[in-house]
């Protein structure tokens, strides 16, 4: 009987424990990290960035990898159609221009912050007034200048007031300002925000470690209703071999900037894709004048131009991944104008040089880049290097990690030349008028008198008079040599098969958008 007894009881533990271990198996918490893998229960992602954000706050810092995290947690008033770029309401329902100075906004209802506090009118003035404030030091302060008061008329509605003409206020509220939740940081304070996020976003903050990961959680009840993925992680990997060694061994499901050299290996693995946009971005050598030495002289920026072979990087370097741009901007901005191309002429280069009183061997310069922070940016420094060379120039090449390139430029530490790139803009002054003014180092070119017309340029209304004035700033900019111009960037990303994702024209990572197919 007991026999009997005892070999019942082990029979039962067999199925118990049989089915405990199929229900593992296909539960949700069978996944592991990245993207959950583990029967149908898919609601995490990991995201390989090149480097971690500069703050989690909003309004603050301009750096594209700051900007591509935050906006899952903060939310602007307006969008823009991907497709028709057109403004399109978010926070943000109706906007009305009263008068060359007077813009009023109605705000959208029942909208509420990740503590639970509820988005007003009084939020959008906060956020607003933290950009004016010179003790912020936020980045986009300079081209927000013009506006003199920010009013809150009722609960949801609110008014802005410039004290000049600011044609530009719907392009500067649709890329740069982030709503921000004012009860949060004025109880917490500035450094406690700036760590620990409060936004209105589809997802809010759980853990930030700092050069090591970013993770963020869906909000149950955000406006637009909960995303599909439940789990964002934001992994922080500065070197390409082992952010590409991370993807195709399953650790990442997506980063972007993958060098050409690299995209059949990607598309020859099962799991695996290529996404592909053509960015707004544009990218340039900077030919700096604020650093003592031969490039102060226009002739001898004009050499350089001439001596740099743009159309054989674009075809032997990047593998014909880019378009070429001729000026300071491409052909997705608005304003665009064709400006002439300096063309390749080294006997014209070497003329020029000598012209400005030098021979090209007496000639030596730094170049700096970035590595893996834009395509090919490392092979494209030799390779320029190499073509000024030819001529006689010699360059030495320094890389840097991407966060001390920035602040090297920031800072206005760098030497002769460096490379960089600018955007995601879309009109003119997202470009021209953030470059080429004095306190704007990433061009590393300032005149008075190209200040004057950005100036004058940016406080026109008149459309036709507006795009009349910026066509010929692009034309002068061109002529005083002020970069080298190179290509309006292709965004190639590494994607898992299965996820579906559409690169974006201005490089926004919107998780929200995506989903596991």
């Known amino acids: 009987m007991k026999k009997m007894f005892f ?19 296909g539960g949700e918490d069978s996944g592991g990290e990245g993207s959950g893998d ?18 989690l706050m909003a309004n603050t810092d301009v750096n594209y990898v700051t900007d591509a995290q935050i906006r899952n947690i903060y939310e602007p008033l307006i969008e823009r159609d991907i497709e028709t770029k057109d403004y399109v309401p978010n926070l943000a329902e109706s906007w009305e221009n009263i008068d060359e100075l007077t813009w009023r906004f109605q705000l959208k209802e029942g909208v509420t912050f990740h503590n ?11 956020s607003i007034d933290y950009i004016l404030d010179e003790s912020n030091q936020s980045f986009y302060r300079s081209r927000w200048v ?19 003409p600011f044609p530009d206020l719907m392009e500067r509220i649709t890329e740069d300002l982030l709503i921000m939740e004012p009860g949060y940081v004025e109880d917490v304070g500035n450094d406690a925000a700036a760590n620990e996020p409060v936004g209105t976003g589809p997802y809010q903050f759980v853990e930030w470690s700092r050069d090591n990961h970013l ?7 955000y406006w637009k209703g909960e995303p599909e993925i439940k789990n964002v992680e934001f992994r922080y990997i500065p070197e390409f071999s082992s952010r590409l060694s991370a993807f195709l061994s399953g650790e990442v499901d997506l980063f972007k900037n993958i060098p050409v050299d690299s995209v059949a290996e ?39 131009n001439y001596a740099v072979d743009v159309d054989s990087l674009l075809e032997n370097v990047l593998n014909g991944y880019g378009t070429k741009i001729t000026g300071p901007l491409s052909p997705v901005n608005s304003g665009y104008v064709e400006t002439e191309d300096y063309g390749y002429d080294p006997d014209k280069a070497v ?13 030596s310069l730094t170049l700096e880049t970035p590595s893996g922070r834009y395509p090919m940016d490392n092979q494209v420094a030799q390779a320029i290097a190499a073509q000024l060379g030819e001529i006689g120039i010699q360059v030495d090449v320094s890389v840097n990690e991407w966060g001390n390139h920035l602040e090297r430029i920031q800072n206005r530490e760098m030497g002769d030349m460096f490379i960089l790139g600018w955007g995601p803009a879309f009109e003119q002054q997202g470009t ?20 004057q017309e950005i100036y004058d340029a940016n406080g026109t209304f008149d459309p036709d008079d507006r795009f009349d004035a910026y066509a010929e700033l692009q034309r002068k900019l061109v002529e005083q040599a002020v970069w080298v111009p190179l290509w309006q960037q292709a965004d190639l990303y590494a994607v898992r098969s299965d996820l579906d994702f559409e690169p974006r024209v201005d490089e926004r990572i919107v998780i929200y958008d995506m989903s596991w197919e």
């Open 7 to 25: 070999l019942a009881l082990l029979s039962m533990m067999f199925f118990v424990l049989a089915a405990c271990t199929e229900e593992t198996a």
């Open 38 to 55: 583990g029967g149908d229960s898919k609601d995490s992602i990991v995201i390989g960035f090149e480097s971690d954000a500069a703050t």
């Open 116 to 126: 639970g506090a509820e988005f007003n009118a009084d939020a959008v003035k906060f």
């Open 146 to 164: 013009d506006i003199e008061e920010v009013t809150v008329i009722s609960p949801y509605e609110i008014e802005i007031t410039t004290s000049r």
């Open 215 to 221: 993770k963020l959680e869906a909000y149950d009840d």
């Open 266 to 304: 990607i598309e020859n693995d099962d799991n695996s894709k290529i996404g592909e946009a053509s960015s707004s971005r544009i990218n340039y050598v900077a030919l700096n004048t604020f650093h003592d030495g031969p490039l102060q002289d226009q002739k001898v920026r004009q050499a350089i």
């Open 351 to 363: 003329e020029l040089i000598e012209e400005a009183g030098y021979t090209p061997e007496e000639i």
């Open 432 to 451: 021209i008028g953030n470059l080429f003014t004095e306190d704007a180092p990433y061009s590393s070119f300032h005149d008075e008198e190209i200040d």
